[in-house]
């Protein structure tokens, strides 16, 4: 944190000038700057004007400073010393340490963010194709060079394209929640906003099958091949091989993640489109809102503050009651007052404490208005919703069973045991540990504790050794236990 030092420092705007200076001087590759470069290049900085801008003679301390704190890294040139005198003074030419500039881009990225100014990527789904292919291409001729830079440029792209999603959506998010959202700002950009999401939305759902199909071709070239040739030209020096290939497998999982989903989870392209098209119902909605807000002339949070404003001017209590009442109308149930069918046998005199109940309708129960006449309304079912669910349902526990299957056959020594062999392990094992009921707080020898679940039986007995299973996440050491399964 003593890197941020300069943001919360009593000259921080000085600070920041400064370190605009280097920051603009690093754009024209000038990586090295004396204190009287710096204030060469705060003179040709659009806006370093007046008392924001530290003269020639704060500037050395402020480096000094800024050094002290991490952000510069300062070292000797000998060869601006033109006299003995400025040899003994010493001249320090300073540049941005590497920490020092990731701090400073996040303190200028945070004070030059603009709210407004986000996007969805449409146009970047051509080119995840179009490299997608190539990618396949490169890998079968065994290109290295090339895979490398494609995978790479792969994995740039969707960064960029999840980290703008991101902050659409929470922007929208905002804007959507807000109640002091203005009219006019929002009516004069609905257009915009409605045809960017949809049209992002429509070439999102046209390009996933393309995507799918490439990613299904680089993958038939070989993951592992593709990895190898990756880390293989990857320029990262201090990483060893496997460190670059392990890092390289773990990116590419995450392109596989994007556009397949793992298990029943759906993919995070999928999981865009479904927000996409809800951020499309929310703007509605808000649409919605508004153009009431308009119509009525006033807004609900008006309404609420006249009526508060109403119930704390009442003279008494009862008065506040009666209005409640009038308000919102749920003083009386009336639903209470509804008459049996046949009102020669339960009259209308009867007490409810004595008459029978009567059914009533959902309209009523749920609104206290009485329904309307004719047909009810259509019910709402969402059956295409409702058969993914059930198919995500009935693929989850046939991998489950299949997995128990495994489990029973092979055991759980000798042998690395998958993700879902682990699973059902675990749970089995969670079973036979909770009928394990300690006699005087001990275990004896010849108690033993099961386990089962999809014909699956766990048994655990007490043993002088411990047991070790090696899964899919690592080893699992039971002290003192033996495990048998069948």
Same mark, same amino acid.
Do not use: C
């Given at each position: 944190m003593r890197l941020f030092s300069f943001a919360t420092a009593e000259k921080r705007v000085h600070y920041l000038w400064v370190l605009r200076a280097f920051d603009h001087a690093r754009g024209n590759y000038s990586v090295l700057l004396h204190a009287g470069d710096v204030e060469n290049v705060l003179t040709r900085l659009p806006g370093a004007t007046g008392d924001d801008v530290p003269d020639s003679s704060e500037i050395p301390a402020l480096l000094e400073q800024l050094h002290a704190w991490g952000v510069l890294e300062r070292s000797y040139d000998g060869t601006r010393a033109a006299t003995l005198a400025e040899y003994r003074n010493r001249h320090y030419v300073y540049q941005f340490g590497q920490a020092g500039y990731r701090v400073f881009r996040a303190v200028e990225d945070v004070l030059s963010s603009r709210g407004e100014d986000v996007s969805l990527s449409r146009l970047a789904l051509p080119d995840l194709l179009a490299d997608l292919n190539d990618l396949a291409d490169a890998n079968a001729a065994g290109d290295g060079e090339l895979v490398y830079r494609k995978l790479s440029r792969l994995d740039a792209t969707l960064?960029?394209? @999840?980290?703008?999603? @991101?902050?659409?959506?929470? +922007?929208?998010?905002? %804007? +959507?929640?807000?109640?002091? +959202?203005?009219?006019?700002?929002f009516l004069v950009h609905k257009d915009a906003l409605l045809t960017h999401m949809r049209e992002f939305s429509t070439d999102l759902a046209r390009y996933a099958p393309k995507l799918s199909a490439a990613l299904?071709?680089?993958? #038939?070239?070989? +993951?592992?091949?593709?990895? #190898?040739? @990756? @880390?293989?030209?990857?320029?990262?020096?201090? %990483?060893?091989?496997?460190?670059?290939e392990a890092d390289w497998a773990q990116r590419w999982w995450g392109i596989e993640h994007w556009f397949v989903g793992v298990g029943a989870e759906p993919s995070e392209s999928e999981r865009l489109r479904g927000a996409t098209i809800n951020a499309i119902a929310a703007v509605l909605g808000l649409l919605r809102r508004l153009t009431e807000q308009r119509r009525g002339g006033v807004s609900r949070e008006s309404q609420l503050r006249h009526l508060a404003g109403w119930f704390a001017a009442t003279p008494s209590e009862d008065a506040a009651h009666a209005l409640f009442d009038v308000v919102f109308d749920l003083g009386r149930p009336r639903h209470f007052s509804v008459a049996h069918p046949d009102a020669d046998v339960i009259p209308v005199t009867r007490s409810w404490w004595e008459a029978p109940p009567v059914e009533i309708s959902r309209t009523l129960a749920e609104t206290g208005r009485r329904p309307a006449a004719g047909a009810p309304g259509r019910i709402q079912r969402n059956d295409a919703g409702v058969r993914r669910l059930r198919e995500a349902q009935l693929d989850k526990q046939r991998r489950r069973a299949e997995a128990a299957r495994s489990l029973a056959a092979g055991g759980v020594r000798e042998r690395k045991l998958s993700e879902p062999e682990a699973e059902v392990l675990l749970s089995l094992l969670d079973a036979a540990l909770s009928a394990r009921v300690p006699v005087s707080g001990r275990v004896r020898s010849d108690d033993a504790a099961s386990g089962t679940q999809d014909g699956v039986e766990l048994t655990l007995r007490p043993s002088g050794e411990s047991t070790v299973v090696h899964t899919a996440r690592g080893r699992l050491y039971l002290d003192g236990l033996s495990v048998e399964v069948r």
């Amino acid at each position: 944190m003593r890197l941020f030092s300069f943001a919360t420092a009593e000259k921080r705007v000085h600070y920041l000038w400064v370190l605009r200076a280097f920051d603009h001087a690093r754009g024209n590759y000038s990586v090295l700057l004396h204190a009287g470069d710096v204030e060469n290049v705060l003179t040709r900085l659009p806006g370093a004007t007046g008392d924001d801008v530290p003269d020639s003679s704060e500037i050395p301390a402020l480096l000094e400073q800024l050094h002290a704190w991490g952000v510069l890294e300062r070292s000797y040139d000998g060869t601006r010393a033109a006299t003995l005198a400025e040899y003994r003074n010493r001249h320090y030419v300073y540049q941005f340490g590497q920490a020092g500039y990731r701090v400073f881009r996040a303190v200028e990225d945070v004070l030059s963010s603009r709210g407004e100014d986000v996007s969805l990527s449409r146009l970047a789904l051509p080119d995840l194709l179009a490299d997608l292919n190539d990618l396949a291409d490169a890998n079968a001729a065994g290109d290295g060079e090339l895979v490398y830079r494609k995978l790479s440029r792969l994995d740039a792209t969707l960064s960029d394209m @999840a980290e703008r999603a @991101a902050r659409f959506y929470l +922007v929208l998010g905002d %804007l +959507v929640r807000t109640t002091e +959202v203005t009219p006019e700002t929002f009516l004069v950009h609905k257009d915009a906003l409605l045809t960017h999401m949809r049209e992002f939305s429509t070439d999102l759902a046209r390009y996933a099958p393309k995507l799918s199909a490439a990613l299904d071709r680089v993958q #038939a070239t070989g +993951v592992q091949k593709l990895t #190898a040739e @990756a @880390a293989r030209h990857d320029e990262r020096v201090l %990483l060893s091989f496997d460190e670059r290939e392990a890092d390289w497998a773990q990116r590419w999982w995450g392109i596989e993640h994007w556009f397949v989903g793992v298990g029943a989870e759906p993919s995070e392209s999928e999981r865009l489109r479904g927000a996409t098209i809800n951020a499309i119902a929310a703007v509605l909605g808000l649409l919605r809102r508004l153009t009431e807000q308009r119509r009525g002339g006033v807004s609900r949070e008006s309404q609420l503050r006249h009526l508060a404003g109403w119930f704390a001017a009442t003279p008494s209590e009862d008065a506040a009651h009666a209005l409640f009442d009038v308000v919102f109308d749920l003083g009386r149930p009336r639903h209470f007052s509804v008459a049996h069918p046949d009102a020669d046998v339960i009259p209308v005199t009867r007490s409810w404490w004595e008459a029978p109940p009567v059914e009533i309708s959902r309209t009523l129960a749920e609104t206290g208005r009485r329904p309307a006449a004719g047909a009810p309304g259509r019910i709402q079912r969402n059956d295409a919703g409702v058969r993914r669910l059930r198919e995500a349902q009935l693929d989850k526990q046939r991998r489950r069973a299949e997995a128990a299957r495994s489990l029973a056959a092979g055991g759980v020594r000798e042998r690395k045991l998958s993700e879902p062999e682990a699973e059902v392990l675990l749970s089995l094992l969670d079973a036979a540990l909770s009928a394990r009921v300690p006699v005087s707080g001990r275990v004896r020898s010849d108690d033993a504790a099961s386990g089962t679940q999809d014909g699956v039986e766990l048994t655990l007995r007490p043993s002088g050794e411990s047991t070790v299973v090696h899964t899919a996440r690592g080893r699992l050491y039971l002290d003192g236990l033996s495990v048998e399964v069948r």
